[in-house]
């Protein structure tokens, strides 16, 4: 079955970066559209980064343009998302998926705070 594992959360003060990673298993990585997904406290599940099959093509939402990179490794089923320059409200639950969603990781906590 699909699993998928977030890591590379944490506590950072803000103006500083993370990277988060997502291992992905159970289905053929390289022929899927990888997304990555973040809820705040008291907030739905919002889709922020995308990124195409081959890794050639990236989207971003607005709140996070130009300061967030996804990439891939699709020999190693990977999906990354670089995160620089944080803000407080880049405080939230990260979660990688497929385009279509299966389901969901446990996802990871980054807390961006003085």
């Known amino acids: 079955q699909v699993q998928l594992v977030e890591s590379g959360g944490g506590l950072v003060q803000p103006g500083g970066s993370l990277r988060l990673s997502c291992v992905a298993s159970?289905?053929?990585?390289?022929?899927?559209?990888m997304n990555w997904y973040r809820q705040a406290p008291g907030k739905e599940r919002a889709l922020i980064a995308s990124?195409?099959?081959?890794?050639?093509?990236?989207e971003y939402q607005d709140p996070v343009k130009g300061r967030f990179t996804i990439t891939r490794d699709n020999a190693k089923n990977t999906v990354w998302l670089q995160m620089n320059n944080l803000i407080p409200d880049d405080t939230a639950v990260y979660y990688c998926?497929?385009?279509?969603?299966?389901?969901w990781g446990q996802g990871t906590q980054v807390t961006v705070s003085s």
């Open positions: 159970g289905f053929t990585f390289r022929l899927y559209v």
């Open positions: 990124i195409s099959k081959s890794g050639d093509i990236t």
């Open positions: 998926n497929k385009y279509p969603p299966s389901s």
